[in-house]
């Protein structure tokens, strides 16, 4: 028989989504939860800030109190076993593994080459958990337009030939779910499809400071005009056009960035910089 190497799991599994599983299960412990369920795993994405999947539930109106509802109605540890379970780490339950699960086969099926944040939202969403939604019925907007703006940001997601050994990372979410007997993997999903407009990740996560709405707000710079022309002489070039800024915090990067984005707005840049984002 294969040994089971977790660690193999994990290395697919990105720095944020390693973060998340982690503090999912820290939770459970501080609860004294006997499981670990999709609502500490949308509690643990909610504190993984800068994560794709963090930004995706904040924009969608999700709020803390409302996942902490949910948990304070999850089964305790009994007391004669609460000393003994600070010891060890509380397992995923049913749902949080086949969400688990579900996100490694959303990642296999776009040939990704690493398991996200957002795979494992998506999977958590197309569970059929009583909790999950309870949430996705408070999104703003509807479920279809996170399932949406998820879609494509996965649709944007470099790809690659294949996510290698798939049957053995599959088989290792039993060690990490700390239960046993083989999985038999879920179907692929069917995954929403609209013709309306989708943003890109840039436009997800970014500002355009060069749209005209955003651009006449931008305060007049003062005292930067030297470096804002430094940057649009090194952008004109055909080559070695890359202009890069460092500084300390607070002496100006920001206000040359925005300088330059308000002369793009009010045309005062060379040809070559017309229209441009």
């Known amino acids: 028989m294969k040994e089971i190497n977790p660690e193999h799991l994990l290395d697919r599994f990105s720095t944020h989504l390693r973060n998340v599983v982690a503090k999912s299960m820290a939770l459970a412990t501080s609860l004294k939860h006997e499981l670990v369920s999709p609502v500490h795993l949308l509690m643990a994405i909610l504190e993984e800030e800068g994560s794709v999947a963090h930004e995706i539930l904040k924009n969608a109106g999700t709020e803390k109190k409302d996942l902490l509802a949910l948990l304070k109605n999850k089964p ?5 076993v609460e000393k003994i379970a600070t010891m060890t780490i509380p397992e995923l339950d049913a749902r949080a593994k086949q969400a688990l699960e579900k996100s490694i086969m959303i990642a296999y099926e776009r040939s990704h080459n690493h398991v996200g944040t957002e795979h494992l939202l998506l999977g958590i969403i197309n569970n059929r958990d009583e909790d999950v939604t309870i949430i996705t019925k408070k999104f703003k907007g509807t479920k279809k337009i996170v399932m949406d703006e998820i879609e494509n940001i996965l649709t944007s997601t470099s790809r690659f030939p294949k996510v290698e050994e798939m049957s053995d990372m599959m088989s290792q979410i039993d060690d990490i779910a700390g239960q046993t007997g083989p999985i ?15 943003p890109s990740g840039l436009e997800l996560f970014t500002t355009n400071l060069t749209d005209k709405s955003i651009g006449e707000k931008i305060d007049p710079v003062i005292g930067r005009e030297k470096e804002i022309e430094r940057v649009i ?13 460092v500084g300390e915090p607070g002496v100006g990067k920001t206000a040359i960035v925005e300088g330059l984005a308000k002369r793009i707005c009010e045309g005062k840049v060379p040809d070559v910089l017309k229209n441009k984002k």
């Open 76 to 80: 305790r540890l009994k007391k004669d």
């Open 184 to 198: 038999t993997p879920p179907p692929p999903m069917p995954l929403p499809k609209t013709s309306r407009h989708q």
């Open 233 to 245: 002489n090194i952008l004109s070039r055909r080559t070695k056009n890359n202009p890069v800024l």
